[in-house]
């Protein structure tokens, strides 16, 4: 069951992570809000899409993380 309390996480932290990182595309200030690419969320401001990057990326591993930690304690 370990593999599907990771799945589950996995998917909710990437649900979590894409709303998160919505956000911050929209805050950052750049002129298509949501509907940028990555592409031009970099070339508009580097830092803020490294950090949507990090955040997509982490997601759903922090997720499945937590998740399989909650089952086993």
Partial sequence: MTALHGLVG???GSVLAA???????????IDQGY???LEEL????????VVVAAILAAGPIVGAWLNIRRIRD
């Fill in 35 to 37: 509907e940028a690419t």
């Fill in 10 to 12: 996995g998917l909710a």
């Fill in 42 to 49: 970099f070339d508009h401001n580097f830092v803020v899409g």
């Fill in 19 to 29: 709303v998160v990182a919505v956000n911050v595309v929209i805050f950052s200030g």
